[in-house]
C-alpha cells in the first residue's frame, strides 16, 4: 500500500493530463472506500524520510484539506469525519505528525507543523489532545533538542494559538507557552531561524497572555524581551517584533504607559533608518494606537474624553515628535507610485498615519502641519510639492469647520492651478485632496461654502480638463466630481447651482468610460459611479431632460453590450462587468425618476425597451441571473406598478433563476426581495406564478447550503405573498406553518454568546413575524379561522421573544404589530387567549416609552385592537 | 495579517456603489413593506375611529391613553362635527399642498380652529377644559412636507419657508421620508424669541388628528414634538426652535399656574380647550380666549394706527344688501350700512369694513348682544381675511363696561374636584 500511494501522490502531479487524472481518480476511490486508513496512510508517507518531497508534499496538503475548509458548512462535515475516525488510528496518525516535526526535510515538518494545528483545532476544543502542548514543551526543554525541531516546534505553538481561542487553554498551558516562546525569542545561542519562529509564535501567543499582561512583573519581561528583539540584527526577525507590537497596541492599549517612551525612541529610530519592511510595521504601531484612541473617543461621544481612566492620550502627548517624523516620510515616494494599485511604501503609510492622527487630536494637528505644507509647496522638487500637498489632503477630517476653511479657502486657488503642475503624481494627490475637501468639508447646506457661485465655473473646467488626464489622476478627479455632486444631495431649494455644468459634466464621465489608453476597469467603473451619484444628486425637474438623455444614452450602450458576439470567456466576463455597471445606472434613473409624478412619464414611456433589455442581458448567461439587473427589476416593478402583470411571463424563468441560485448567495437574497416588489406591484395578480415561487422559496429556506443570510428575507417574503394573495395563500399554510414554528425553537437555542448568531436571531425573529402580519392580515376578511390553531403558539413565541434580552428595534416593532394583527384578524375568539397571556401590557408599555414614533403609533394601534378584543 | 491592506483605501479610494445600491434596495423594500402592511391594517385612520362608547369599564382600567371616554358624548353635544370626515379632509391637504399662491391662501385661511372668546363661564370648567397661557404673537399653521417647512398665517400668506427638524421638514441625509408623510401643526409665532409655540397639532407624519379629542391631540403634541429634534435650538436644518406651551386640567391650581405663573414668553391672555372636542376648523365654542389687563397687553382692540379708541370699533363684513355680518357660521346681522355711504366710499360686497359702536344704542336683549346703529370709520386693513366673530365684538364689549374677571373664573370652578358621582349625574343631564 505505502508504494502503491507514493506512485499515486507522484502521478497526481505529472505533467501529463492523462496520468494525473487517473490518478486523483485512484486517490479519490481510496479516499471514498476507506477514509480512516487513507488518512493514516497519508500521514505515514507525511513521516517517511525515505519517500521524495513530492509525494510527501501532497500528502501533507490532502491532509490538511481533509481537515480544514474555507465554507463552514463544509468545515462543519470534515470536522464530524474526523470525529468519527477510530480512536487508536486517530492517535497513530497524531504520532505520525508529531514524528515529522524531527524531520531535517523542512518543507515536510513545516507542512506537519500546520495539520498538526487543524488536528488541535478540532481536538482541543474538545478536550481531547490534552497532552499536545506538554509533547510540544518537552521537544523545547530537552536539553538536546537540535534546532531543526525547535524550530518546527515553535511554529506549530504558533499555528495551534492561531487556530484555537484563548479559553481552550489552561493558564498554566499558556504561562508555559510563553516562557518558551519568550526563551526562543532571547536565547543567545539560538540560531536565526529559531527565534524568527519564536518571535512569529509570540505573534499569535499575545492573545492568550491576558493574565500574564495584567501581572507588572511578567508584563515588563515579555515587554523588554519584545523591545530588545526590535533591534536584532537580522530585519526580519526586527520586522516580526514590530508586528508583535502593533498587535500589542491594540489588545493591551491600557498598560502600555510606562512604555511609550522607549516604544517612541525604537519606532522613531526604525522609521527614520531602518529597512522599509520594518519602518511600515513602524509607522502602523502609531496607526494602531491612533484607532484605538478614535475608538475610545467614540465611545464617549463627546463627553470629556481625556478626563477618563481608559483614555491616555498617546497622540496628543507624543504630537510635537510625532508629526515631524510622520512628514519626513512624506518625501520618500517612490518614482510612479500611484500608477500601480499594488505598492505600498512608507511615504503613504506615512500620510495614513498623519491622517489618522489628526482625526485623534483634531485642531492640534494644525500648528505642526501647516508650515510644512507652506514651506513646500512651491518647492521646485517635486517630491516636496507633492508631500506638501498630501499632508494637507491627509489632515482634512478632525480639525473643526471654522479652522479649515480660511485655510481650505486661501488654498483652494493654488490647488486647482497645481492641477497643471508638470508633474503626474503632484496631480495625483492635488486631485485627490480636492475631493477630501468636497468630500468633507463641502455641503449646500453649510453655512460656510467652500464652493461658491464665483468659484463653481473654475472648479468644474479645472476638473474636466483633468479628467482627461494620466487615468490614475482623472481616477481621483472622479472622486473629486462624485463629492463635489454630493454636496448639493440635501439642497433645500428645488434649483442647484452645479445644473448648468451638469451636461458637460456628463460628457466628460461618458467619455471617460470609453477611454480605452487605460489597463485595468478601475476607472471606468469610477465613473459609472460618479455618474449615479450626479443622477442621485440632481435636482428634479430642472435636470429632467438630461435624465432623460442620459436614459436614452445609457440603453443604447446596453442595447450595443447585449448585441455583441462573445467568442472567449475573458470577452464574456468584461461584457458582464459592463452590464452590471450599465445596470447600476439604469437602477438610480429609474428611481431617480420616480421620484415625481411628472418625470415617471418619462419611464413609463421607455418601460417596455427598458425591460427588453433587462431580459437580453439575462439571456447573456445561461446558468445565474445577472445581479445588477436583478435589483435594476426590483425598482422596475415599484415604479410600473400593476403594469408590471405583462412583464411577468417572460420574466419569471429568470426570477425563479435567481432564486435557485443559491450559491451566489447575493443573488438570491435580491431576488427574493424582487418577489417581494412585484408582490406589491401587481397585488393577486401574482397567483398564477405563486406555486413556482413559493416551492423555491421553500426548498431554499431547507437548504443547508444557502448562506444563512438569506433565510429571514426568505420568511418575510412568504408575509409579501400572502398579503398580495390574500385568502389563495390557504393552500400554503400546511408548508409553511410548521416551517414558521421550526424556525421559532430555532431562534430560542440559538448561541447568546456570539455576536453574529445574536443577529442571526434578530432577524429571523423578525422574519417570523412579518411572515405572520402578512398571512393574518391576508387572512382577515374571508379565513380568519385558519389561523385560530396558530394563535396560541405564535402568542407563546411572542412573549418568548418580549422576555429576550437580546431583540432589536426591529424585531420590537415586528413584534408588537403582530399582537395587532392577531387581535384585528382573529377579533373575539382569542379574547380569552390574550386575557391570559398579559405580557402585552408590559410589552406594550415598554413601547410606550420608547423613543421610537414608529414603534409608539403601531404599539397605539395594537393596543386599540387588543381593547376591541377584550371588550366584546 | 498585512494591515496596509486594511489602511490602503486612504488614499486610493475605490469608489464603488454596489453595496449602497443594494443596502438603498433593501431600505426601500423595507419601507415598503411596512407601508402595505400598515395600509393592511388601516393603521392611520382605525386609531382615531374605535367604538369607544361599546368599551366596558374593566377595559378602560387597562388602557387610560387610547380611550376616549368622551368621545361619544361630545359627539352627541355637537352634532356639527360628526360631519367632517377625515378621508375628506386628508385628500384635502393633499391637493392643498399642491396649491400655489392665492389659491393656497385661501385654503389655509380656512383650515384653522378659531377661539370664541369667552362671554361667559361654560359649565364644568374644570371637568372638561383645560387651560394654558397663550403667548404673544402671530397665530399660524406651521406645515412640513417635501422635505421643507411652511408657516402660513391665519389669513392664508406665507410667514415663514424655512428647514426645520419636523418630519421630512428639511432635506437632510437621513432617509428622505415619502412624500405622504407631513405635519401640520397649529402655532403661535413668538417674534422676541423667533419661536414657534405649538399650540395644536393636526397632523402627524400623515396620520390626521383631525377628528381627535384635544386631550389626544395634546397628548400626541407633547410625547412627538421634542422626539423629533424640532425644540432644540436652531441649525442649519432647522431654522427656527419649536417649543410646547405647559397645559393645565382648569382646576384653581391649573388656573392659577397658568394666569400668575411666569412663562419665557410674553403671556397674551388664555386658553381654554374643552378636552373632549375635535379640531374644528373655523369659529368653535370649544376652544375659548380670555384675557385681562394682568395677563395681556392687548385686552382692548386697538385701531389701525395702533391706539385703544375712544369708542368700541369693530371689523364686519359688508353684504350685497348692505348688512353688516360677523365672521361666525351662520353670520350674525349687527346692522345695516346706508347705501349713500357704500356708493360714496365706493364699497363692494365683501370688503371688511371698520366701524365705530355707539355705546347708547348697544342693548343687551335675553342674553344676546345687538349693536344697534354703527358709524362708519373706513375699510380695514387689506391683509384682513376675516371679519370680527360675534363673541369677540361681546367681549370687547363687556371689557370695556363689565368684564368677566378672574375671580368669576375661580368662582365658577367645583370645589369638589374628585366627586365623581356628581360628574356622573351632570353627564346625565347633558
Known sequence: ?872 | MAPHELRRPFKRPAISDQQRRRDLALIRQTQQRSDSQNRARRLASSIFDLPSHSLPDACQADFPDIVDVGYAISLEQFPELEASSPTVRHLDFVQASKLKGSAARHWFARQLMLTEWMIDVPPNLDRDWYVFARPAGKRCFVVSSNGSTVSRLRNGSVLHHFPSSLPNGARTKEISAPSHVYCILDCIFHEPDQTYYVIDMVCWRGYSLYDCSAEFRFFWLNSKLSETGACNPPSTYHRYRFSVVPIYDCNPIGLHKAYTGGFVFVKDGLLFYNRHAHYQTGNTPLALVWKDELCSQYVLDTDSQGHVPAEQQVVLELQDDGKLITSDDPPIVFGCLEREIIQKSSLQAGNFLRLSVIDECVRIVDGKLELGDLKFVGKANRARAFADSYSKVFFQYTARHSPLQFQDLIASLDPNLDDNSESNDMEMID
Open chain 1, 1 to 872: 500500500m505505502s508504494l502503491q500511494i507514493t506512485q499515486l501522490l507522484l502521478s497526481a502531479q505529472s505533467a501529463d493530463g492523462r496520468v494525473r487524472s487517473a490518478a486523483e481518480e485512484n486517490l479519490k476511490q481510496f479516499q471514498e472506500q476507506n477514509l480512516p486508513h487513507f488518512l493514516l496512510s497519508l500521514s505515514v508517507e507525511l513521516a517517511d524520510d525515505l519517500k521524495p518531497p513530492e509525494s510527501r508534499r501532497l500528502a501533507g496538503i490532502i491532509l490538511k484539506n481533509s481537515l480544514d475548509a474555507k465554507d463552514a458548512l463544509r468545515k462543519a462535515d470534515l470536522t464530524q469525519q474526523w470525529v468519527n475516525v477510530d480512536a487508536s488510528l486517530k492517535v497513530q496518525i497524531k504520532e505520525s505528525l508529531l514524528l515529522t516535526l524531527r524531520s531535517p526535510v523542512s518543507e515536510a515538518s513545516q507542512t506537519a507543523s500546520q495539520v498538526i494545528a487543524k488536528v488541535a483545532s478540532i481536538e482541543i476544543p474538545r478536550r481531547e489532545w490534552q497532552d499536545l502542548i506538554g509533547r510540544l514543551l518537552t521537544n523545547m526543554t530537552q536539553p538536546d533538542t537540535p534546532a531543526t525541531l525547535r524550530q518546527a516546534t515553535l511554529e506549530t505553538l504558533g499555528y495551534v494559538c492561531e487556530e484555537i481561542s484563548p479559553q481552550d487553554l489552561e493558564q498554566q498551558e499558556v504561562n508555559a507557552v510563553l516562557t518558551a516562546v519568550v526563551q526562543g525569542m532571547s536565547g543567545v545561542q539560538e540560531s536565526y531561524k529559531v527565534r524568527l519562529a519564536a518571535v512569529r509564535s509570540l505573534y499569535n501567543a499575545l492573545d492568550f497572555a491576558q493574565t500574564n499582561f495584567e501581572n507588572e512583573m511578567e508584563r515588563n519581561y515579555i515587554m523588554k524581551i519584545v523591545c530588545e528583539t526590535a533591534v536584532s540584527k537580522e530585519s526580519e526577525i526586527r520586522q516580526a517584533a514590530f508586528e508583535c507590537l502593533v498587535s500589542i497596541a491594540s489588545m493591551y492599549y491600557e498598560i502600555l504607559g510606562p512604555y511609550m517612551e522607549a516604544l517612541f525612541s525604537l519606532t522613531a529610530n526604525a522609521v527614520k533608518g531602518d529597512e522599509e519592511s520594518v519602518a511600515l510595521q513602524a509607522v502602523e504601531f502609531w496607526s494602531s494606537i491612533c484607532d484605538m484612541e478614535i475608538q475610545i473617543q467614540d465611545e464617549y461621544d463627546g463627553d470629556d474624553v481625556r478626563s477618563s481612566d481608559g483614555y491616555h492620550n498617546f497622540i496628543q502627548r507624543a504630537l510635537s515628535m510625532l508629526v515631524p517624523m510622520l512628514l519626513e516620510t512624506l518625501l520618500k515616494q517612490e518614482e510612479d507610485q500611484d500608477q500601480d494599485d499594488s505598492i505600498w511604501n512608507l511615504s503613504m503609510a506615512g500620510g495614513t498615519c498623519l491622517g489618522l492622527v489628526a482625526k485623534t487630536v483634531c485642531d492640534e494637528i494644525l500648528p505642526l502641519v501647516m508650515p510644512f505644507v507652506e514651506g513646500n509647496i512651491t518647492k521646485p522638487d517635486w517630491r516636496s510639492r507633492e508631500a506638501a500637498t498630501f499632508a494637507f489632503g491627509s489632515i482634512l477630517e478632525g480639525p473643526s469647520i471654522e479652522q479649515l476653511l480660511p485655510m481650505v479657502h486661501a488654498g483652494l486657488d493654488f490647488l486647482l492651478n497645481a492641477m497643471n503642475d508638470q508633474n503626474s503624481q503632484v496631480k495625483d494627490t492635488t486631485a485627490w485632496t480636492l475631493g477630501r475637501i468636497f468630500e468633507i468639508l463641502h455641503s449646500s447646506n453649510c453655512e460656510y461654502q467652500v464652493v461658491t457661485p464665483a468659484n463653481l465655473q473654475r472648479i468644474v473646467s479645472v476638473l474636466l480638463e483633468g479628467i482627461r488626464d494620466a487615468p490614475n489622476v482623472a481616477e481621483k478627479v472622479c472622486g473629486a466630481i462624485y463629492f463635489l455632486a454630493q454636496g448639493y444631495e440635501d439642497a433645500e431649494s428645488d434649483s442647484s447651482i452645479l445644473t448648468p455644468y451638469l451636461g458637460q459634466i456628463i460628457s466628460a464621465l461618458l467619455w471617460t468610460t470609453d477611454r480605452t489608453d487605460v489597463s485595468n476597469s478601475k476607472l471606468r467603473s469610477s465613473a459609472y459611479e460618479t455618474l449615479n451619484e450626479i443622477v442621485r444628486c440632481s435636482q428634479i425637474p430642472e435636470t429632467t431632460n438630461m435624465i432623460a438623455q442620459l436614459l436614452s444614452e445609457i440603453m443604447n450602450r446596453l442595447g450595443r453590450n447585449v448585441e455583441l458576439q462573445i467568442l472567449t470567456s475573458e470577452e464574456k466576463e468584461k461584457q458582464s462587468d459592463l452590464q452590471a455597471l450599465l445596470c447600476g445606472v439604469l437602477q438610480v434613473i429609474i428611481q431617480k425618476l420616480c421620484t415625481s409624478d411628472d418625470t415617471k412619464l418619462i419611464f413609463l414611456q421607455a418601460a417596455d425597451q427598458l425591460m427588453a433589455l433587462f431580459l437580453r442581458v439575462f439571456a447573456c448567461q445561461s446558468s445565474t441571473v445577472h445581479e445588477e439587473a436583478m435589483l435594476a427589476i426590483g425598482a422596475f416593478a415599484y415604479a410600473t406598478g400593476h403594469e408590471f402583470v405583462k412583464y411577468m411571463p417572460e420574466f419569471y424563468k429568470y426570477l425563479e433563476m435567481g432564486l435557485q441560485n443559491y450559491e451566489e448567495y447575493q443573488v438570491c437574497s435580491i431576488s427574493v426581495g424582487v418577489v417581494g416588489d412585484i408582490c406589491r406591484a401587481v397585488d393577486d395578480k401574482i397567483l398564477p406564478y405563486c406555486d413556482g415561487i413559493m416551492s423555491n422559496l421553500l426548498k431554499n429556506l431547507s437548504n443547508a447550503m444557502l448562506h444563512r443570510s438569506v433565510k429571514a428575507p426568505l420568511f418575510s417574503c412568504f408575509g409579501d405573498i400572502a398579503l398580495a394573495i390574500g385568502e389563495n395563500f390557504e393552500k400554503y399554510v400546511p408548508y409553511v406553518m410548521p416551517m414558521l414554528q421550526g424556525a421559532a425553537e430555532l431562534c430560542a437555542n440559538l448561541d447568546d454568546n456570539d455576536e453574529e448568531m445574536l443577529e442571526y436571531g434578530n432577524q429571523l425573529r423578525r422574519g417570523i413575524f412579518e411572515a405572520y402580519s402578512g398571512i393574518l392580515q391576508g387572512f382577515k376578511t374571508s379565513k380568519a379561522e385558519l389561523m385560530m390553531p396558530f394563535a396560541n403558539h405564535l402568542l407563546q413565541f411572542t412573549e418568548a421573544v418580549f422576555r429576550e434580552t437580546n431583540r432589536d428595534d426591529a424585531v420590537t416593532k415586528a413584534a408588537v404589530a403582530v399582537i395587532g394583527d392577531l387581535a384585528d384578524t382573529l377579533g373575539p375568539s382569542i379574547k380569552l387567549l390574550l386575557k391570559n397571556a398579559n405580557f402585552h401590557v408590559h410589552f406594550l408599555g415598554e413601547c410606550f416609552s420608547s423613543e421610537d414614533d414608529q414603534l409608539k403609533e403601531t404599539a397605539l394601534w395594537t393596543q386599540g385592537m387588543i381593547g376591541r378584543v377584550l371588550a366584546s
